[in-house]
């Protein structure tokens, strides 16, 4: 088991930035891939970006060239610095520890609130 803690949430005007940090319990060098989902009201939760344990990132289209994804493994701590904000990235968003063998397993943190608004 892993505790997933985020932070650096909150409300921004549109075209502003905001650093997500997630801080895990233990190593996240373990994990397959570390990542950031987003659900907003009505919707599904969906990947916003991830990382596995050999760097390789991956996207959502939606915020490609807006967002980074990178991690700490000596801190334990997976970062999502998000800039040039809209109102459609308005979301809580959880950080994901992905696991995949024997079978997958996903670990959530508790999510943290974005809202991007004037």
């Known amino acids: 088991q892993v505790q997933l803690v985020e932070s650096g949430g909150g409300l921004v005007q549109p075209g502003g930035s905001l650093n997500l940090s997630c801080a895990a319990s233990?190593?996240?060098?373990?994990?397959?891939?570390m990542g950031w989902y987003r659900q907003a009201p009505g919707n599904q939760r969906e990947l916003v970006a991830d990382?596995?344990?050999?760097?390789?990132?991956k996207y959502a289209d939606s915020i490609k060239g807006r967002f980074t994804i990178s991690r700490d493994n000596a801190k334990n701590t997976v970062y999502l610095q998000m800039n040039s904000l809209k109102p459609e990235d308005t979301a809580v968003y959880y950080c994901?520890?992905?696991?995949?063998?024997?079978?997958?397993?996903?670990?959530w943190g508790q999510g943290t609130q974005v809202t991007v608004s004037s």
């Open positions: 233990r190593s996240i060098f373990s994990f397959n891939a």
């Open positions: 990382v596995t344990s050999g760097g390789v990132t």
């Open positions: 994901n520890a992905l696991t995949l063998w024997p079978r997958r397993y996903d670990h």
